[in-house]
């Protein structure tokens, strides 16, 4: 799909805000997606390091 300016991208043909609510989404479900999981990486390893410490 070929764009002549910025606002054609982000209008695109009325459809624009679908299309970027879609793609915002998606990226905050990555995003959350890549915490929870940091998150709980760094849980269980604070849990293996108490665990030898016994």
Same mark, same amino acid.
């Given at each position: 799909?070929?764009?002549?300016?910025?606002?054609?991208l982000?209008?695109?043909?009325?459809?624009?805000?679908?299309?970027?609510?879609?793609?915002?989404?998606?990226?905050?479900?990555?995003?959350?997606?890549?915490? &929870?999981?940091k %998150? #709980?990486?760094?849980?269980?390893l604070?849990?293996?390091? &108490?665990?030898? %410490? #016994?």
């Amino acid at each position: 799909m070929y764009f002549t300016s910025l606002q054609h991208l982000i209008d695109m043909d009325g459809h624009g805000f679908y299309v970027w609510i879609c793609y915002a989404l998606f990226a905050l479900t990555v995003a959350v997606n890549v915490w &929870s999981a940091k %998150r #709980r990486q760094q849980r269980l390893l604070k849990l293996i390091k &108490s665990q030898l %410490r #016994r």
